[in-house]
């Protein structure tokens, strides 16, 4: 089954969702879901992409990220739906479970 | 000791000796030691930047990098010398025996 695209309006509903209790708020900025993750060094920043990399791949999907030192600056886009998908949505989800723990 | 950054003509003496025998050589960009690194697949790719985190911790020495899904960016400077220093050479050829691993 084709994973699709959200609309606009669902975009923003799922991320006032996800947004819930949060700090630091994900957005949309070029199309996809970003947030820029900050830990107490590399050790922690690691270790979450670490917990992160089984995740995406156990779901086959996975993230754009960047790092430098104890920053994460993530990007989630669908590029089989030419957008953001409830697939991003999940993992941005998880990854907030994970930055957590 | 404080760490030096390396003269343009030590840089270049430093990057042939680096990229002898290397399919994709590591090239100077934006006064960074820069490669992307190709593997096969997401697994190959972050099972790289595992070790490579390993050994960058232990170098105390961190990289700039970038991945989506089977592609690794990476960019080497030395903050506090300021620019590219011979702790960037040692943590790119150490990247690239584990990469062939």
Not at 26 to 43: A, G, I, S, T
Not at 48 to 59: H, R
Request: net charge neutral; glycine share 4%; no cysteine.
């Amino acid at each position: 089954m084709a994973i699709k695209n959200l609309s606009a309006r669902k975009i923003d509903e799922r991320l006032a969702g996800l947004n819930q209790g949060l700090q630091t708020p994900w957005r949309v900025q070029n199309d996809k879901l970003n947030k820029e993750f900050l830990f107490q060094d590399f050790v922690a920043a690691f270790g979450f992409m670490t917990k992160a990399a089984l995740v995406a791949e156990s779901m086959n999907h996975h993230p754009e990220w960047f790092n430098v030192y104890n920053r994460v600056r993530v990007d989630l886009t669908t590029h089989e739906a030419g957008g953001i998908s409830s697939r991003d949505f999940e993992l941005a989800r998880r990854m907030e479970v994970m930055a957590a723990a």
